[in-house]
């Protein structure tokens, strides 16, 4: 018995990879195994080899494998980029219409299943990916009631008749592997899962549910890869809670809209990527100026320019951190699981308005599309906090206007919304005085900066570092933000094994960076690495910056569009461990 | 109900004296009294040039943004409460220029949004540069040797993007402005009204005596039919764009916050945000 698997589905883009990867997932769920989904793809819609890897465990796992177990394949292709992954004793499925060959030099076993010529004997090659799920799931020996009932959920709606003709579809494909095979293979039988059912979602998913849960209930934004998830979500849920999304001209049009939204109190988001970014930073400048809550989720991809849109980075850091022109008050989170997604999305909301500035959700695009399983969400946890928006205030005698940008001790300032009688104020992004009015005057020019700036004097969001630390003097403090925590993790446990003791700080408050809590880590850590995936290392900047210890610390990066595995992190925290030098990957 | 001078305020404009924006302003003033608004529901978004300053100088909810995107800021009040009167208003440049690209979808979009252009065929703020509004062979600091492109027709471009509202005014005829805005604000969807508002300063061939002499008052056609949108594309050809009056209107379609599904007539801000136990569980448990 084994307590965990990785599987994978490959072939061209467009023809059920997507499809055969969530009936199989789902149905996995079902039983209670803990998922950890990984797309690959190209940006075309059809055609292009893609694939999706899942490992599948009976313990949470947050992080993509080094090696593979069964490969589903729909053409060659897919055997010769992803055959070498497999283990020793792994197995490839595919499809017998191609006669798959075994590239020289791998050691494996191969099931040709007829999976296009089962299908189109039941109506239509479509349902492959019934037939090629059906089939891994026979050799891995699980239920096979438990995947009809998934079957049957998926295409319910469509009717019996449809039901009918993929469960036996399945059931083919199940058949015909397990004669090929003698049964279910025993090396892959898995220890049984606990049963209880997970929520199995991609991040895109957890921040547009964490967002109809702050009460965020309009959207303006523009497609871009990976983040058109959460629109799609959020055009499905919002009209139940009397709001809307709309699908702007661009996303300087999406920011501004969301400002002006937000401005007549509606808790209203964009989402975009780094193209999309660029294209919102003097709007993000007009949220600072103004002092209009906002929040803007970036899911990084592979930049600069159009750069590697389907591909993980972490590279937007520095534009995050720094964009827009002038100096204005800025958040920017980093969640790092599913869990996270939501809850800091609820929490980007309450900042946006106890704070009054603008939010910068940072995702990336393994933690936005890679789908996992998370245990439960807490709804006592969601809270929802509009700092000092205020209503009913007294009216206003003569001319007089109300202070929306009174120079308070904390800098914050009493919010009203258009529509109340004794609120009359002005807005501008032009510098102004308290009530709103443009000012060139230098000393409320001054006043004015400092408010603004000192809003976020020691704010720090829920762990604004995550610590795991069971070592008082480790050989290495890791440093990490954003999908690659699990990787991290995994590497460490085998480094642990080998000896070498690690602490983990994931940072999560990019900014304004926590460099108070940060500090201590640092002053007692004899080396320091910093896993990051991009070219310049941004985050060790941050840290190099804020806190110093440039002589400690060392950078592993990796900047060619795949997330980080364990081996990488492993190999290159071995070597630093031994006082060697990290190279990038 | 508030008469037109609760719409002033105490703030005396940086306008130059005998600038167009004037009037424009008074008649936005007069107009808010007119249709029986109150100054705390009505908000007037305005973008970036001379003209953009108009927010802070009425007295309303005002919202002075950036360059270019007056509209959809305007359109995100609108959604976020409907129940506010929402002006748009802002230079040629801003409008027709940077913003362009908004002014379109915002036309295509239908929001109940009132947007007036205050049109000087030139940029006041940046001290004389041509404007897409300018006319061919027109001299400015940046066509010394007169501008070579062709001057854009907003009130073509509106017709073609299925707007429901066109107008044109002229600062100088504060009675059709004011009655045009009060019909833009009554309007049900986005309306734009475009006026000539000279620029004394940097407009030396655009004065107010060239317009004088060069528009047509609608009122001078018995025939016009204002429902009519070939009637509407063949005036504005005809007249090379030198009309005013209100051009077209389609009482017929919708409002995008009426097509909106589910959207109420309340203001979205002014409804409870947070979710019951019930509809959480509900949404959490697709994931399964
Ligand atoms: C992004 C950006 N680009 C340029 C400017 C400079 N700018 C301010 S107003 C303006 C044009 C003004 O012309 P118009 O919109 O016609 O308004 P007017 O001053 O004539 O009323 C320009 C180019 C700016 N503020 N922002
Ligand atoms: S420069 Fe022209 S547009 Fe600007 S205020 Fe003066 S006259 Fe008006």
């Known amino acids: 018995?084994?307590?965990?698997?990785?599987?994978?589905?490959?072939?061209?883009?467009?023809?059920?990879?997507?499809?055969?990867?969530?009936?199989?997932?789902?149905?996995?769920?079902?039983?209670?195994?803990?998922?950890?989904?990984?797309?690959?793809?190209?940006?075309?819609?059809?055609?292009?080899?893609?694939?999706?890897?899942?490992?599948?465990?009976?313990?949470?796992?947050?992080?993509?494998?080094?090696?593979?177990?069964?490969?589903?394949?729909?053409?060659?292709?897919?055997?010769?980029?992803?055959a070498k992954e497999l283990r020793l004793g792994g197995v490839i499925v595919a499809d017998a219409k191609f006669n798959p060959t075994i590239p020289e030099g791998i050691d494996t076993r191969l099931f040709a299943v007829p999976i296009t010529a089962m299908a189109e004997e039941l109506g239509t090659s479509?349902?492959?990916?019934?037939?090629?799920?059906?089939?891994?799931?026979?050799?891995?020996?699980?239920?096979?009631?438990?995947?009809?009932?998934?079957?049957?959920?998926?295409?319910?709606?469509?009717?019996?008749?449809?039901?009918?003709?993929?469960?036996?579809?399945?059931?083919?494909g199940a058949e015909f592997v397990l004669e090929q095979a003698g049964g279910p293979l025993d090396e892959f039988k898995l220890d049984a899962a606990d049963g209880q059912?997970?929520?199995?979602?991609?991040?895109?998913?957890?921040?547009?549910?964490?967002?109809?849960?702050?009460?965020?209930?309009?959207?303006?934004?523009?497609?871009?890869?990976?983040?058109?998830?959460?629109?799609?979500?959020?055009?499905?849920?919002?009209?139940?809670?009397?709001?809307?999304?709309?699908?702007?001209?661009?996303?300087?049009?999406?920011?501004?809209?969301?400002?002006?939204?937000?401005?007549?109190?509606?808790?209203?988001?964009?989402?975009?990527?780094?193209?999309?970014?660029?294209?919102?930073?003097?709007?993000?400048?007009l949220a600072g100026m103004t002092e209009t809550p906002l929040v803007i989720v970036n899911t990084q991809r592979g930049g600069p320019s159009t750069g590697l849109p389907t591909k993980q980075e972490q590279s937007d850091l520095n534009a995050m951190v720094y964009g827009t022109h002038g100096e204005i008050p800025k958040i920017v989170i980093a969640p790092a699981s599913i869990e996270d997604c939501f809850y800091d999305t609820i929490e980007a909301f309450n900042l946006a308005e106890q704070y009054?500035?603008?939010?910068?959700?940072?995702?990336?695009?393994?933690?936005?599309?890679?789908?996992?399983?998370?245990?439960?969400?807490?709804?006592?946890?969601?809270?929802?906090?509009?700092?000092?928006?205020?209503?009913?205030?007294?009216?206003?005698?003569?001319?007089?206007?109300?202070?929306?940008?009174?120079?308070?001790?904390d800098g914050i300032s009493q919010r009203v919304l258009p529509g109340e009688k004794g609120g009359l104020h002005h807005v501008t992004g032009v510098e102004h005085d308290e009530t709103g009015r443009p000012s060139e005057n230098a000393l409320n020019r001054q006043n004015m900066m400092d408010k603004r700036l000192n809003k976020l004097n020691d704010m720090y969001v829920r762990e604004a570092i995550r610590v795991d630390a069971p070592h008082d003097t480790p050989d290495l403090l890791i440093i990490g933000m954003g999908s690659t925590g699990g990787t991290i993790d995994e590497a460490r446990s085998l480094l642990e094994?080998?000896?070498?003791?690690?602490?983990?700080?994931?940072?999560?408050?990019?900014?304004?960076?926590?460099?108070?809590?940060?500090?201590?880590?640092?002053?007692?850590?004899?080396?320091?690495?910093?896993?990051?995936?991009?070219?310049?290392?941004?985050?060790?900047?941050?840290?190099?910056?804020?806190?110093?210890?440039?002589?400690?610390?060392?950078?592993?990066?990796?900047?060619?569009?795949?997330?980080?595995?364990?081996?990488?992190?492993?190999?290159?925290?071995?070597?630093?461990?031994?006082d060697g030098n990290v190279q990038r990957v | 109900m508030a008469t037109f001078k609760e719409f002033r305020n105490n703030v005396k404009p940086n306008w130059c004296p005998g600038c167009g924006d004037f009037s424009i302003q008074a008649a936005i003033q007069r107009a808010a009294a007119n249709v029986g608004l109150e100054p705390e529901n009505l908000a007037v978004i305005s973008g970036i040039g001379c003209s953009g300053r108009i927010s802070g100088y009425i007295n309303a909810y005002g919202f002075h943004g950036i360059h270019g995107r007056v509209l959809p800021i305007a359109q995100g009040v609108k959604l976020a409460n409907r129940e506010l009167t929402v002006i748009a208003s802002g230079g040629d440049g801003d409008g027709f220029a940077i913003g362009m690209g908004h002014t379109?979808?915002?036309?295509?979009?239908?929001?109940?949004?009132?947007?007036?252009?205050?049109?000087?065929?030139?940029?006041?703020?940046?001290?004389?540069?041509?404007?897409?509004?300018?006319?061919?062979?027109?001299?400015?600091?940046?066509t010394p040797e007169g501008s070579i492109e062709t001057t854009l027709s907003p009130l073509e471009i509106a017709m073609s993007a299925g707007?429901?509202?066109?107008?044109?005014?002229?600062?100088?005829?504060?009675?059709?402005?004011?009655?045009?805005?009060?019909?833009?604000?009554?309007?049900?969807?986005?309306?734009?009204?475009?006026?000539?508002?000279?620029?004394?300063?940097?407009?030396?061939?655009?004065?107010?005596?060239?317009?004088?002499?060069?528009?047509?008052?609608?009122?001078?056609?018995?025939?016009?039919?204002?429902?009519?949108?070939?009637?509407?594309?063949?005036?504005?050809?005809?007249?090379?764009?030198?009309?005013?009056?209100?051009?077209?209107?389609?009482?017929?379609?919708?409002?995008?916050?009426?097509?909106?599904?589910?959207?109420?007539?309340?203001?979205?801000?002014?409804?409870?945000?947070?979710?019951?136990?019930?509809?959480?569980?509900?949404?959490?448990?697709?994931?399964?």
């Open chain 2, 163 to 288: 707007a429901t509202f066109v107008a044109q005014s002229f600062s100088s005829d504060l009675k059709q402005l004011t009655k045009l805005i009060e019909e833009g604000i009554n309007h049900e969807g986005f309306s734009l009204i475009n006026v000539f508002s000279p620029c004394v300063t940097f407009n030396k061939i655009n004065t107010y005596d060239w317009f004088k002499a060069n528009i047509v008052n609608l009122e001078q056609f018995p025939e016009y039919d204002a429902s009519n949108r070939v009637m509407a594309m063949n005036k504005i050809m005809e007249t090379n764009g030198m009309l005013t009056g209100l051009i077209y209107q389609n009482k017929e379609r919708k409002s995008y916050e009426d097509l909106v599904t589910g959207f109420k007539q309340e203001g979205l801000a002014k409804q409870d945000i947070k979710i019951t136990p019930e509809q959480f569980d509900k949404l959490v448990a697709e994931f399964k």
């Open chain 1, 356 to 409: 009054q500035v603008p939010v910068i959700l940072m995702t990336d695009l393994q933690l936005s599309l890679g789908k996992q399983s998370c245990d439960q969400l807490d709804y006592n946890k969601i809270e929802i906090k509009r700092g000092k928006l205020v209503t009913d205030v007294p009216a206003l005698e003569g001319h007089d206007l109300f202070k929306r940008y009174e120079l308070t001790e």
């Open chain 1, 1 to 82: 018995m084994i307590s965990q698997l990785s599987w994978k589905i490959g072939g061209q883009q467009g023809e059920g990879v997507e499809s055969t990867d969530r009936i199989f997932s789902t149905a996995l769920n079902r039983l209670g195994y803990y998922l950890y989904g990984y797309r690959h793809f190209s940006s075309r819609i059809k055609g292009g080899h893609t694939n999706n890897k899942i490992r599948i465990s009976t313990k949470p796992i947050r992080a993509i494998s080094d090696d593979l177990d069964i490969l589903v394949a729909f053409d060659q292709e897919s055997i010769d980029l992803n």
């Open chain 1, 126 to 172: 479509l349902m492959k990916n019934m037939v090629a799920s059906g089939a891994s799931w026979a050799l891995l020996g699980l239920p096979l009631d438990v995947f009809n009932k998934a079957v049957e959920e998926e295409f319910g709606r469509k009717g019996a008749a449809i039901v009918e003709k993929n469960v036996e579809a399945v059931k083919r």
């Open chain 1, 197 to 285: 059912q997970k929520l199995f979602m991609i991040g895109n998913e957890a921040i547009g549910l964490g967002s109809v849960a702050a009460g965020c209930r309009l959207m303006a934004a523009y497609p871009i890869t990976p983040a058109s998830e959460i629109m799609e979500y959020l055009i499905k849920k919002l009209p139940h809670f009397g709001g809307t999304v709309v699908q702007t001209e661009d996303e300087i049009a999406a920011v501004t809209m969301a400002i002006g939204a937000n401005y007549a109190g509606v808790r209203t988001m964009t989402a975009s990527a780094g193209p999309g970014l660029s294209l919102m930073m003097e709007a993000i400048g």
């Open chain 1, 497 to 578: 094994q080998e000896g070498v003791t690690t602490n983990h700080i994931t940072i999560r408050q990019i900014h304004p960076f926590p460099t108070k809590p940060l500090l201590p880590y640092l002053q007692k850590a004899t080396k320091v690495i910093v896993i990051e995936n991009n070219a310049t290392a941004q985050l060790a900047g941050q840290i190099k910056m804020h806190a110093g210890f440039a002589d400690k610390i060392e950078s592993l990066l990796k900047y060619d569009g795949n997330p980080f595995l364990p081996s990488d992190v492993h190999k290159a925290c071995k070597e630093l461990s031994l």
């Open chain 2, 104 to 142: 379109v979808h915002a036309i295509r979009r239908n929001l109940n949004v009132t947007y007036i252009v205050m049109d000087n065929q030139i940029y006041g703020l940046t001290k004389g540069q041509t404007s897409p509004r300018s006319a061919e062979g027109f001299k400015t600091k940046s």
